[in-house]
């Protein structure tokens, strides 16, 4: 049920506790000299409450992670004015469109339901008011029963170019990268509907995200061979710290290193970076991690500047819980995680041999 929330002031007061959730940079610093999992379990358990890791894999603690996450969010929808939900429930999207792919994996792999059902959210489609939808997909058995129901959908374009494509090449690629491109361009279209001080700064971050999936997609196009007319498809319009020319240069790179080289010097030379006095370092094993790294330093110190009012400071605080739990999930609680059960195989099969 719908609650009207009337101001950023109630949101501020509502949700001031849930930023003792974000992990401090010393306790970060100790994930690194865990060795065992049920301590490493134990030690984040605060920062996730009604957390439930019931097995120890891989797989199933991440999920318990993003399903904390995902409620968390849920949280700040609730006490949240409109137009904050509406931006919520458009980022929610990200997990729904997850659901998705799970889905239309399983259906090609031959899984049944019960065992594609444990890899789905259930609760990002209650947030979204969309569970009668997953349960409808999760009856379906083929690729063209999915790609009718999509049809009236918003993924209708995603799904029908996806499995086409896969029909002719065997290849779900090209459908992921076009249920992304409808993430990320349902989120620009969306700006129009926020208040001059909700585009300042939700702007910035959508921009951000958008950039950094651009760069992504380029180097994985790169690193794959993908042919540039098709990999261009997958791009969204819009910029942050690069410009189109830049990225088209970019684009039309055929070497990884290449690539790596005219980033990085695009970065350094850029003046808002440089004002700010971002430090730019890309390790090519981890992009992601470090052009997160980059934007996010640049979104927080720039917007801290314009913390001046309640608005300001709600906004500011909602997007830095979602940022920062974000990152310790994929950046610091799961390479720990990966780190300590890929050690504990390493150890048993020295003291056993391969089993």
């Given at each position: 049920?719908?609650?009207?929330?009337?101001?950023?002031?109630?949101?501020?007061?509502?949700?001031?506790?849930?930023?003792?959730?974000?992990?401090?940079?010393?306790?970060?610093?100790?994930?690194?000299?865990?060795?065992?999992?049920?301590?490493?379990?134990?030690?984040?358990?605060?920062?996730?409450?009604?957390?439930?890791?019931?097995?120890?894999?891989?797989?199933?603690?991440?999920?318990?992670?993003?399903?904390?996450?995902?409620?968390?969010?849920?949280?700040?929808?609730?006490?949240?004015?409109?137009?904050?939900?509406?931006?919520?429930?458009?980022?929610?999207?990200?997990?729904?469109?997850?659901?998705?792919?799970?889905?239309?994996?399983?259906?090609?792999?031959?899984?049944?339901?019960k065992e594609i059902s444990k890899k789905i959210n259930f609760l990002v489609e209650e947030y979204l008011e969309h569970k009668e939808f997953m349960s409808?997909?999760?009856?379906?058995?083929?690729?063209?029963?999915?790609?009718?129901?999509?049809?009236?959908?918003?993924?209708?374009?995603?799904?029908?170019?996806?499995?086409?494509?896969?029909?002719?090449?065997?290849?779900?690629?090209?459908?992921?990268?076009?249920?992304?491109?409808?993430?990320?361009?349902?989120?620009?279209?969306?700006?129009?509907?926020y208040d001059k001080k909700e585009r300042i700064m939700i702007s910035s971050y959508i921009h951000q995200l958008i950039e950094i999936y651009n760069l992504?997609?380029?180097?994985?196009?790169?690193?794959?061979?993908?042919?540039?007319?098709?990999?261009?498809?997958?791009?969204?319009?819009?910029?942050?710290?690069?410009?189109?020319?830049?990225?088209?240069?970019?684009?039309?790179?055929?070497?990884?290193?290449?690539?790596?080289?005219?980033?990085?010097?695009?970065?350094?030379?850029?003046?808002?970076?440089?004002?700010?006095?971002?430090?730019?370092?890309?390790?090519?094993?981890?992009?992601?991690?470090?052009?997160?790294?980059?934007?996010?330093?640049?979104?927080?110190?720039?917007?801290?500047?314009?913390?001046?009012?309640?608005?300001?400071?709600?906004?500011?605080?909602?997007?830095?819980?979602?940022?920062?739990?974000?990152?310790?999930?994929?950046?610091?609680?799961?390479?720990?995680?990966?780190?300590?059960?890929?050690?504990?195989?390493?150890?048993?099969?020295?003291?056993?041999?391969?089993?």
């Amino acid at each position: 049920m719908s609650v009207i929330i009337p101001s950023y002031a109630y949101t501020y007061i509502k949700i001031g506790y849930l930023k003792q959730l974000i992990i401090d940079d010393v306790s970060l610093a100790k994930l690194k000299t865990f060795s065992n999992i049920q301590d490493f379990i134990e030690f984040i358990r605060p920062y996730y409450p009604e957390s439930n890791f019931k097995k120890e894999t891989i797989i199933e603690i991440e999920q318990s992670l993003f399903h904390i996450y995902i409620k968390l969010i849920g949280k700040i929808l609730f006490f949240s004015p409109e137009s904050m939900r509406r931006f919520l429930s458009d980022y929610l999207l990200k997990f729904e469109i997850a659901n998705i792919k799970q889905v239309i994996i399983g259906v090609i792999t031959g899984l049944n339901i019960k065992e594609i059902s444990k890899k789905i959210n259930f609760l990002v489609e209650e947030y979204l008011e969309h569970k009668e939808f997953m349960s409808n997909l999760l009856e379906i058995t083929s690729l063209d029963e999915i790609q009718l129901f999509m049809s009236k959908t918003r993924y209708n374009k995603a799904i029908r170019e996806g499995i086409l494509y896969f029909n002719n090449n065997s290849e779900i690629f090209v459908m992921e990268a076009f249920l992304d491109q409808y993430y990320y361009n349902n989120l620009l279209e969306q700006e129009k509907s926020y208040d001059k001080k909700e585009r300042i700064m939700i702007s910035s971050y959508i921009h951000q995200l958008i950039e950094i999936y651009n760069l992504r997609m380029i180097s994985r196009g790169i690193t794959n061979n993908i042919e540039k007319d098709l990999l261009k498809q997958f791009l969204v319009k819009a910029y942050f710290l690069l410009d189109e020319e830049k990225m088209n240069i970019l684009l039309n790179l055929n070497n990884i290193e290449d690539f790596f080289l005219q980033i990085e010097n695009f970065l350094k030379n850029t003046a808002r970076l440089k004002e700010l006095q971002i430090s730019i370092i890309i390790n090519k094993k981890h992009l992601i991690w470090s052009l997160g790294a980059i934007y996010q330093d640049y979104f927080f110190k720039k917007n801290k500047i314009q913390i001046d009012d309640i608005e300001n400071s709600t906004i500011y605080r909602i997007l830095e819980l979602m940022i920062k739990k974000d990152k310790e999930i994929k950046f610091n609680i799961m390479p720990n995680i990966i780190r300590i059960i890929h050690d504990k195989f390493e150890r048993l099969e020295k003291k056993y041999g391969n089993l």
